[in-house]
């Protein structure tokens, strides 16, 4: 299935835009991408640097999925932003961090802004928010970021731009959309274990209203974080910024 792409030139932010067309009715699927956004924003309300030579996507597509199984998306979303930066980046570099920032050598290359809402008919209406460090990485940002630049295969002259980024990114994310249908979220999250490595360790966990300290014991079957608390009891966080190798 080929999914259309439309560019803007100039947007505030590509989740934003699928918010209004969603709101409207439009139901999908289409990706919407933005060579420059002003107001592009990450997990929180946080701003998003939205420097030209980088990508700015988001998906807009329906599903009757209730919103627990849909939030897996962003899953499927990691592994394919993954992917696009494993064809350009020197082998061994990629990885995810839970839940879904994939990082090259350790740092913030790539993140996920999953939004959704109540469709009339009963479903949900998906907005698979994207965006890729490609040219340039943001400064002063709370996790150290790269770019794909700096970690660019040996036998590649330069990063590629935003348009062939999406074809790969928009080929990948499909690719995993059919196989959670298919063989379901287990076989995704395999994949997933593969370039988290665990997670595993000492971690601080930032909720809304709590901070938690313990120790990451992988994930629960749905994709949730395990987090032991000192007090030998299981906390699963399913969203929230997690710190990993932080003193408990």
């Known amino acids: 299935m080929t999914v259309p792409v439309i560019w803007f030139d100039a947007l505030d932010s590509t989740n934003l835009e699928a918010r209004r067309r969603a709101e409207a009715g439009e139901t999908g699927p289409v990706w919407l991408a933005a060579r420059h956004q002003s107001a592009g924003r990450g997990r929180r309300g946080r701003p998003w640097a939205s420097d030209s030579g980088n990508l700015f996507a988001t998906l807009l597509l329906v599903t009757s999925r209730p919103a627990g199984e849909a939030a897996q998306a962003s899953f499927l979303a990691a592994l394919a932003a993954a992917d696009l930066l494993e064809a350009f980046a020197t082998p061994g570099a990629v990885a995810i961090r839970w839940p879904n920032d994939v990082t090259l050598a350790g740092l ?18 998906l907005a698979v928010g994207i965006g890729v460090n490609l040219a340039h990485a943001p400064e002063g940002t709370e996790r150290p970021a790269t770019a794909l630049a700096s970690y660019l295969r040996a036998d590649l002259a330069r990063v590629p731009d935003p348009e062939t980024a999406l074809e790969v990114l928009a080929k990948a994310f499909e690719s995993w959309w059919l196989r959670w249908e298919r063989e379901g979220f287990v076989r995704v999250l395999d994949a997933w274990r593969s370039l988290a490595g665990g ?27 395990r987090l032991r608390l000192g007090d030998g009891s299981i906390r699963l966080i399913t969203a929230g910024d997690v710190f990993f190798g932080e003193a408990a």
């Open 199 to 225: 997670p595993a360790g000492p971690c601080v966990a930032r909720l809304p209203g709590e901070t938690l300290s313990g120790e990451a014991e992988g994930v629960a079957s749905d994709g949730a974080l």
């Open 108 to 125: 913030k290359a790539s993140g996920i802004l999953l939004e959704s809402g109540a469709r009339s008919d009963g479903g949900l209406w």
